[in-house]
């Protein structure tokens, strides 16, 4: 049995986003590189999302269209802080 299931790592997703709106300045920290216009927009967004993704993978049905949507953010995000002007 694997450590963590994808619902448990669904509930951490969705637990991070969560998190974005509980303490915005600590994502905002981490988010302003990345997205300097519209910061704090950017990180309800991204909290709001990762909020969607993680609900998802912890329910059955919806399980599969999560992690693919977490992969596909997870690119997105990675693709926006490589290409990020420092």
Same mark, same amino acid.
């Given at each position: 049995?694997?450590?963590?299931?994808?619902?448990?790592?669904?509930?951490?997703?969705?637990?991070?986003?969560?998190?974005?709106?509980?303490?915005?300045?600590?994502?905002?920290?981490?988010? !302003?590189?990345?997205?300097? !216009?519209?910061?704090?927009?950017?990180? !309800?967004?991204?909290?709001?999302?990762?909020?969607?993704?993680?609900?998802?993978?912890?329910?059955?049905?919806?399980? !599969?269209?999560?992690?693919?949507?977490?992969?596909?953010?997870?690119?997105?995000?990675?693709?926006?802080?490589?290409?990020?002007?420092?």
């Amino acid at each position: 049995m694997a450590l963590l299931s994808a619902g448990k790592v669904g509930f951490l997703v969705a637990a991070t986003g969560a998190a974005h709106f509980a303490v915005p300045d600590v994502f905002a920290e981490i988010t !302003k590189p990345v997205f300097p !216009k519209d910061t704090e927009e950017w990180v !309800k967004r991204n909290g709001a999302t990762e909020i969607a993704i993680g609900a998802a993978m912890m329910l059955k049905r919806t399980r !599969k269209l999560g992690v693919l949507g977490l992969l596909g953010y997870g690119g997105w995000l990675g693709y926006n802080a490589t290409n990020a002007e420092s």
